[in-house]
């Protein structure tokens, strides 16, 4: 069996947490328009013709406010660069190659890690455009450059391929792509992905997901988490009124959970407010936030 380990970094909202769904053909990470929405590194195994593909997804690194909780985000994308063997780092569409973007790939290259420069969003882009931007990224870069659109599903064929030839013969048969165990971490990013795509202002940034129990029985898996907000005009969106709102995020994320797991999941859903969690310590270590 051949392995390969790859982290996928970059600015939010270029589209890291689509492309990880689309290799893993599943809802694997929290996607969304708004910008940082995945907080942690998820981690997701999968087979592709003999190939153990394992990938890490990591927090956009564009986050701008001080909490503690946004500190925590900017330095995480740099510690799967140890378990690694490629760094895929995604630009978006017009996106130029950010200070940080750039500080990560001398990371890498110092740690003599593989490099891919993808370039997302290219259906937004005319050809003269998207030739002027791969040729500007060639000046500085020898590594490879590959231009896709998840949305189209354009180039991401030859991504695949060129990723596969990479991983290298492991003997090793431990730890290959089993997905069976329910990571409470996973079930969070989950949930908290369906509130950021059925909520707005505030909420999706002032919101956190602790999934208290998982009890594991045959042909049925029972969760049971807590959505915390800072504010009770918060509490009161993701409830919405008759309880419509939560109820919308438990379907969705039930759903996405099912097809996961391939088992009939019972969800159970409750709100609390917990002011400025994103600057307690102890909370964003019960969350997972901090190892």
């Not at 909202?13 to 995945?38: A, E, I």
Request: charged fraction near 25%.
């Amino acid at each position: 069996m051949k392995r390969i380990k790859i982290v996928i970094t970059g600015q939010s909202n270029v589209g890291k947490s689509s492309l990880m769904n689309y290799l893993c053909n599943s809802y694997v990470s929290s996607v969304s328009k708004k910008p940082q929405t995945t907080r942690v590194n998820i981690h997701k195994s999968i087979v592709y013709d003999n190939v153990d593909l394992s990938i890490y997804d990591t927090p956009g690194v564009s986050v701008s406010d001080r909490s503690l909780l946004s500190v925590l985000m900017q330095k995480s994308f740099l510690h799967p660069l140890d378990k690694v063997d490629v760094l895929m780092i995604m630009l978006g569409g017009s996106n130029k190659m950010s200070e940080m973007d750039k500080s990560i790939i001398e990371s890498a290259e110092m740690m003599k890690r593989k490099i891919i420069i993808v370039l997302n969003k290219t259906d937004l882009l005319v050809d003269k455009d998207l030739i002027k931007i791969i040729n500007e990224l060639k000046k500085f870069y020898s590594h490879p450059i590959f231009s896709i659109s998840i949305k189209t599903e354009n180039g991401l064929a030859e991504l695949v391929d060129y990723i596969k030839t990479l991983a290298q013969e492991s003997h090793d048969k431990t730890n290959i792509s089993k997905n069976s165990d329910i990571d409470k971490i996973f079930v969070q990013e989950i949930i908290r992905g369906s509130i950021n795509d059925l909520t707005y202002g505030e909420v999706p940034y002032d919101c956190a997901v602790l999934t208290d129990r998982v009890i594991m029985k045959k042909n049925l898996i029972k969760i049971y988490s807590t959505i915390y907000v800072e504010k009770a005009n918060q509490k009161k969106i993701v409830i919405g009124e008759s309880g419509t709102h939560i109820k919308q995020i438990g379907t969705i994320a039930r759903c996405q959970l099912e097809n996961i797991f391939s088992k009939k999941i019972y969800l159970d859903l409750t709100v609390k407010i917990k002011k400025n969690w994103k600057n307690d310590y102890n909370f964003l270590k019960t969350l997972g936030y901090i190892s």
